[in-house]
Structure formats: structure tokens, C-alpha cells
């Protein structure tokens, strides 16, 4: 099957950049990371159809209702 797309100039730079120094072709950077979107959404769609929000809830009551703890990160 054969897809035109329209990509915005940033974005197929960024491909070739990638196509260069990976020594592949654009079309083979853009098929791999649309794949890659992919499998990951439907590992997300997986693990939805697992979950309910009774089992959130019962891990959201285990979490303490206070203030965070101001840490080395804290910018103040």
C-alpha cells in the first residue's frame, strides 16, 4: 500500500537528519517510528481493558494527603 503524507518542513528535516546518520532511507525512518506509535497505543489500549476505577481508587486512597516534601530539587 502506498500513503502520501504532507510532513512540516521541521519535522522532515529531522527524518533526514536521522535517515543520513542511520544510513536508511526517509520513508524507512518514517514507517519505523509510525510502528513504533503503534505498538505503543496499543499496549496503552492493553493495559486500559485491564484496569477499573475501583483498582485506581484503591491505590489512590494508599497515597498520604499531605503537603509534598520540599526537596535538593525545589527551586525556592
Excluded at 505503543?40 to 489512590?60: H, I, K, P, V
Amino acid at each position: 500500500m502506498t500513503l502520501k503524507v504532507t510532513l512540516p518542513d521541521s519535522l522532515y528535516k529531522k527524518a533526514m537528519e536521522v535517515a543520513e546518520r542511520e544510513q536508511i532511507s526517509v520513508e524507512r525512518v518514517v514507517y519505523s517510528a509510525l510502528a513504533e506509535q503503534m505498538n505503543a497505543l496499543e499496549r496503552l489500549e492493553e493495559r486500559a481493558a485491564r484496569s477499573s476505577e475501583d483498582r485506581f481508587r484503591t491505590a489512590l486512597a494508599k497515597i498520604p494527603d499531605v503537603e509534598p516534601h520540599r526537596g535538593l530539587a525545589s527551586s525556592s
